[in-house]
Structure formats: C-alpha cells, structure tokens
C-alpha cells in the first residue's frame, strides 16, 4: 500500500520509472491525445505516450514545436478528447500565450511541466497573459505524481479549466516501486460544449472561443468585457471550491516551520523529520497545490513559530507566496538557492540531507531560537 | 437626397421616407446573419460565402468544423450555423490537425488570413501541409494586416504602398513577399493546391470550384489540402472600393497567378479538377 497525497493505493505495485508512470497515469485516467516537443526531463513523457497510445486507438504527435504541441492539444480537447501535453522551462515559456488563452476558451487539458529547477514556479503560477489563473499540483515522488495526474485530469474536466501537473528531473528518472491503478474523483458535468460537427444547420451551431460563445444572430456578437467579466466569475468559483493541497508535520509547536514543495519537500520533510527526532522543535509545511496556495494551512501551522524558513532550488520564487500568505505576522528566511548539475538538466549538489539539515540549524538560530548541544 | 460638393449623399441622419423593403434574401443557409460588419468592398465575405456554400451543397453541414484565426474575418466565427473553434493568431492548423486526428469524422477547414498564415504561423501551415494532414486550410490573402489599418504582411507586393511601407515596399529594406501556395505545392504531404480570387463573377465561380474540390480531396483523406483566396481590402490599400477588383489584378493577382498548383488525387466523380482554371 502506498500512502499519496489523494488516498491509498491498493494494487500490485510495479517499478517503474517517473516518467512512465506518469504516462501510464495519464492512460489510465482515460488520456487520448498527447502533443510533446522534446525536451529533457519531459522526453521520456512524450516517448511513453508515443508507446502507449496508438494501440488503444489514441493520438501521440511530435509536434514541431511547443507551440504546435499545445495547438493541437487545444484542438483535440475542443472534441471532448481527453488531453495532455507538457514541457519544461522555455518550452514552456513557449507555450504560455495558449496556456493562458484556454482558460478563456474555457477548454480542459492536463499540461505536464517536468522542471529542470524549480525556477519555473513563477511561470507556472502565474504565467501568460491575461486573467487566467490554473490550478497547479506539485508532487514530491513517484506515487503521488501518478495519484496528482489523473486528479489533474478530473479537475480540468471539472473546472472546464486547463490544470497543470509540476514535476522535476528527480521524479521524471527516479524509479519507484508504485501501483498505477484508474482513480475514481466523483461524477463530472457532461461536456455538452464538446464538438463533433452535429450541432451544424441546426440553427445553435456550437461555438468554442475564447472571444466569448455570443452569437450574431442572437444580435450580440463579440462583446469582450462582458465575456472576460463571464470567465472571472467562473475561476473565483474555481479557487472558492478547489481546497488547495498541502501536508504538514510538527508543526503544532514548532519553533521554525520550514516551507518547500515537490522533490525537494520530501528532502525536507525528512529533515525535519530527523532534527526532531534530535530533539529540535521544527516542522514543516509541503504546498501541494502550488496554486491556489495554501494559505489558511500555512496560517494555521505558523502559530507557534518565531520563524519560517523558506527551501526552493530557485533564486526564490514561492518565497513570495509564503510572505503574502503571512503578511508579516513571522520573518521569513530563504534558506534555498540556484542549485543544478553542471548541464542545467539536472540535480544541483545543494539537495542534499546534510546541507539542508545544517541550513534549517542556521536559520533557528539566526530566528534567537537556541539549539541545545549537539546541533 | 443630400448634396455635398456636387455629390449626391445619402442622408443618414433620421430614418428613411420610403422603409427598406427586403425583395430576396440571399444569404447562404450556414451563414446566420446576411449583414457583416467588415468593410465595404472587402472580399473576405464573399471567399466565406464560396466556402459556406460548398458545405451545405455537399452535405457536410453537420460533420464541419471550422478553424479560425484572428483577421478582419474573425467577425464571422460567431455567424456561421457550423461548428467552430476560434484559435490564437497563426495557429489554426494545429488546432485543426487536433481536432482531425482526435475525431477523424469531422470535416475540418481553417480560415486564416496572410497576416495570420504567412506572418505568424508560417511553421504552422508548412509542418501540416508536410504531415499530410487531412484537413483544408484556407488562406484569404489580401496582402495587408487590414484589421491594424494596413500594415505589410509577408505577401505585400513589391511597390505596394502600406501604412509601414510608404514608398511602396522594396528589397532591399523588406525583402521579397512569399508565394505560399507555390510554397506548399513542392511538399509532398500535400494533395491539392489552388489559387483563386474572388475579384470578379469568373474568378469567384472559378475559385468555388477550387474550394469544392478541395473539401472532396480532404473526403478522399490523401492529404493536406489548401486554397488561397486573393481577396480585396480597397480600406488596407488606401484605394476606392470600386477600384479594388482591378488594384488586385495590377500587384498581388500579378505576384500570385490564380490556378491550380497541385493535385495528386486520382480523378474523382467531379471531373473539374482540370479545368478549374
């Protein structure tokens, strides 16, 4: 059994590599389209859907770049299709202006961002133009990326929303011993917006676009403030329905919470695992959902601390959600930092227990908290 | 009747003596409302009307889709009584390349215009063209970005005087314009290639033709297929509407001769291929 973010797993668990699992998720969860341009640590996405859909009747497109791959996944939603596409970094940033656009075309896919650092959170919270907002989960392993993709599949379809999965290179090529197995979220609406073409000569031809669904011959035509104002109240809908994700530990009296999400979360939950174990009064907060951010949760497990320290391996970029989370009621401390191998594909030397461990010891310090002997 | 140095005008200001009497409606069954807001003179809704009309003769008003981009005719993606999907600038064939291969019964075509096709999504339209993909992109191509007032696009004519090329636009500063369709006819993916006008009657029935052999080749699922349409924009070119049909012929109908370019499709029920031009 596997304890994920979203439940317990009960069936045969198999070793497989993240990047396969992931695709086996993504098929399972119903999943006939994918688009990809490749790019490390996204490849081996693209290359297992490649593998895996044709023979159950589905689509796997090497685009010729990220901005075709995203196009076609558009328009393959727009058919009521189940699908994803996905990059990393400037791929991307490539595909940010459809990313955003779908949110006011109101079309649902799963977008798989295998970050080379974890300095596409900017971009993946808040990328693109416009008003559009997605919701992001950020998975710290193997297990509860394959439970967080085919949640992000439901949440689309559920929201009429594009969702966005945030992995790394760690969970892109670790392999893990994990059960793939179809998750059930709950019921769906019915995609009644789908096309197929039927709906033509009948007089309510079907329109999917994101300047508004207004009509002429209902003597409205384009009007994009009030459809804008239309979409608005949708994604408020969204972020007051969607519970954002987060997991906790010690922190009900701990003295500095320390804040970190995906691969290196799970690096610093056992580090706090291990200082308390030493006696040390710390916890930790692991966003979940990146966006909405989980700002009651960090709230709440703030009460007793004097400070938070912050981990990323970024120059810092959810640091910023965690201040405004908090506004000022505790110091903040970045105790992360730029950390990749030497190709910038990879993991950087600074994610490791030791370096961690020592940094979460500085900033207790530096917050007057007084560690006994030993630290 | 107004008058105004020596012109007689229309008075606009209250309504008419005599009430608009409405004799025959022609508006073509998928096209929801006959009024459109583009300009007077532009030939874009003429090339939609062609387009419009060969669907519903063939039969294949409920399995269209219809794939826009962002131009002047944008206004009729929401007057059309045929599916459609609005895209981003330059991006239509991709979204029609995944709306075909994820529910290969559907009829896809794309609108776009030279700004959109030629401009932005050059790579686009190239790497469908080259799959071979199974839908029709259609290309109204009036040589200007006419919805930003008339700017140069990529099939700008040589000499042609755009609101960033004053003096007409020339080699050494702009380069040379794109003959696209000519482009797209070396690619082997591709099964049928035509260019049309919609500038006069002989050149809009011509160029109907083109669209209703197009749409049987996408049937025939051998490739990709694609119609530029080259259609007036007398507001983009600065010139009067009535001038329009032959200011087309004099610089992008000289550029970009109406014809069919390719058609590797073996002779269908419609014999007309040959003869179109």
Redesign the interface.
């Given at each position: 059994m596997t304890e994920t973010a979203v439940g317990t797993a009960t069936g045969t668990p198999r070793l497989m590599e993240g990047s396969e699992a992931i695709a086996e998720a993504m098929v399972v969860a119903g999943c006939?389209?994918f688009?990809g341009y490749p790019m490390t640590p996204f490849t081996e996405i693209l290359e297992s859907m490649a593998e895996k859909l044709p023979p159950l009747g589905g689509?796997c497109?090497n685009?010729?770049?990220e901005?075709?791959?995203i196009?076609?996944?558009?328009?393959?939603?727009?058919?009521g299709?189940r699908?994803a596409t996905g990059s990393t970094g400037q791929g991307l940033a490539l595909m940010q202006?459809?990313l955003a656009?779908l949110t006011l075309?109101r079309i649902p896919m799963l977008v798989i961002n295998m970050a080379r650092s974890q300095a596409d959170y900017f971009q993946a919270t808040r990328g693109g133009h416009g008003d559009s907002r997605r919701i992001v989960l950020a998975p710290m392993d193997v297990s509860e990326a394959v439970e967080l993709t085919q949640l992000g599949f439901h949440l689309a379809d559920l929201y009429r929303n594009p969702v966005m999965v945030y992995g790394d290179y760690y969970i892109a090529h670790t392999y893990e011993s994990v059960v793939v197995e179809r998750r059930d979220f709950g019921p769906l609406p019915a995609k009644d917006w789908a096309?197929?073409?039927?709906?033509?000569?009948?007089?309510?031809?079907?329109?999917?676009?994101?300047?508004?669904?207004?009509?002429?011959?209902d003597d409205v035509?384009?009007d994009l403030a009030d459809y804008y104002a239309r979409v608005e109240v949708e994604l408020t809908a969204m972020e007051t329905d969607f519970a954002p994700m987060a997991e906790t530990g010690f922190v009900e009296d701990a003295e500095v919470v320390v804040v970190a999400f995906g691969t290196p979360g799970k690096f610093v939950r056992y580090c706090v695992t291990e200082l308390r174990a030493e006696g040390a009064k710390v916890g930790f907060v692991r966003p979940i959902s990146l966006y909405p951010f989980p700002t009651e949760v960090l709230r709440e497990a703030v009460r007793t601390a004097r400070a938070v320290a912050v981990y990323e391996n970024s120059a810092g970029q959810m640091i910023d959600d965690v201040r405004l989370a908090l506004l000022g009621t505790v110091p903040v401390e970045f105790i992360g930092g730029l950390t990749m191998d030497s190709s910038a594909f990879g993991v950087g030397p600074d994610l490791q227990v030791p370096i961690i461990k020592q940094r979460i010891v500085d900033a207790c310090r530096s917050a007057g908290y007084e560690l006994g002997e030993g630290f | 009747m107004l008058e105004f140095e020596n012109r007689r005008i229309v008075d606009t200001s209250r309504p008419p003596e005599v009430p608009v009497k409405l004799v025959d409606d022609f508006t073509p069954e998928l096209i929801d409302v006959g009024a459109h807001h583009l300009c007077p003179g532009c030939g874009e809704p003429i090339a939609m009307r062609l387009v419009m009309e060969v669907l519903a003769e063939q039969e294949l008003k409920n399995r269209a889709l219809a794939v826009f981009g962002i131009g002047c005719y944008t206004a009729f993606s929401n007057n059309l009584d045929c599916e459609v999907v609005q895209a981003l600038h330059g991006r239509a064939p991709s979204v029609a390349t995944g709306a075909k291969r994820a529910d290969p019964n559907l009829v896809t075509f794309t609108v776009q215009g030279d700004g959109d096709m030629v401009n932005e999504g050059l790579q686009e339209v190239l790497h469908a063209a080259a799959r071979g993909e199974q839908i029709t992109c259609v290309l109204l191509n009036n040589g200007v970005f006419g919805e930003t007032g008339g700017h140069m696009t990529a099939t700008t004519t040589i000499g042609q005087r755009t609101k960033n090329t004053l003096e007409g636009r020339n080699t050494d500063d702009h380069g040379h314009p794109i003959r696209i369709a000519s482009l797209i006819a070396e690619l082997e993916g591709a099964a049928f290639v035509a260019r049309g006008a919609v500038n006069n009657a002989g050149n809009v029935a011509r160029t109907k033709r083109m669209v209703e052999r197009a749409i049987e080749v996408q049937l025939l699922g051998i490739g990709f297929t694609f119609v530029e349409i080259l259609t007036m924009c007398p507001t983009g070119w600065f010139v009067e509407t009535e001038e329009a049909p032959a200011y087309l012929d004099d610089t992008i109908g000289v550029a970009n001769s109406p014809g069919v370019l390719r058609d590797i499709a073996p002779d269908s029920q419609s014999s007309s291929s040959t003869t179109i031009s």
């Open positions: 006939r389209f688009a689509v497109m685009a010729e770049s901005l075709e791959a196009g076609m996944a558009w328009g393959a939603a727009a058919t299709t699908t202006e459809s656009e075309a096309l197929d073409g039927s709906s033509g000569g009948t007089g309510a031809a079907k329109l999917l676009s994101p300047l508004g669904d207004y009509k002429q011959r035509g384009y | -």
